[in-house]
């Protein structure tokens, strides 16, 4: 499957625990991003990776979350010390340019981490 | 800022007639691009259909066309011959073509269609 791979697909968590939610960009891609979808709501964007960089985290929470996409591996979602209110479905999305510039920007998303808080 | 609003949270249509579904948005950006995306009961996301703000004739897919009224900034989604298989939450998006946020879709909370046989 040569397609975005995010695991693990489903992760329960206790409050106070950490969560960490990987994401395999589909070959050739060096540009992730990560959105996350409430219930009953559209995805939200989070943060826009390339590879050892973050370009923009402007809707990332400012404390207990973080995101980095390392030179060899995966891009990891982590959340620390997690809450009920973090229960959701976290997608990862890549593309092989950055989606701007008048290019269709077809994002290619996984299919998606739903975390449970307890 | 740009928003996308979908008004309609739920849709039924017979199986092979053809459904509409809306989307309106609103954005001060001159150059954007409008998205749909079907998100089945299995979760995933998947890309069915792009519109540029600049594309003279609407955006068509197979049996998906867009049907886009850029001075009414609406961007319906229709889809012909209905499937079972068309059951799903469908999500309208946009992204401006240039500035900070022009490689952030924004979306709306979805339409959840149901095809009935």
Sequence with gaps: NAGVMQNPRHLVRRRGQEARLRCSPMKGHSHVYWYRQLPEEGLKFMVYLQKENIIDESGMPKERFSAEFPKEGPSILRIQQVVRGDSAAYFCASSPLRTSGGNTGELFFGEGSRLTVL | ?117
């Design chain 2, 1 to 117: 800022a740009q928003k996308i609003t979908q008004t309609q949270p739920g849709m039924f249509v017979q199986e092979k007639e053809a459904v509409t579904l809306d989307c309106t948005y609103d954005t001060s950006d001159q150059s954007y691009g409008l998205f749909w995306y079907k998100q089945p009961s299995s979760g995933e996301m998947i890309f069915l259909i792009y519109q540029g703000s600049y594309d003279e004739q609407n955006a068509t897919e197979g049996r998906y066309s867009l049907n886009f009224q850029k001075a009414r900034k609406s961007a319906n989604l229709v889809i012909s011959a209905s499937q079972l298989g068309d059951s799903a939450m469908y999500f309208c998006a946009m992204r401006p073509n240039s500035g900070a946020g022009s490689y952030q879709l924004t979306f709306g909370k979805g339409t959840k269609l149901s095809v009935i046989p």
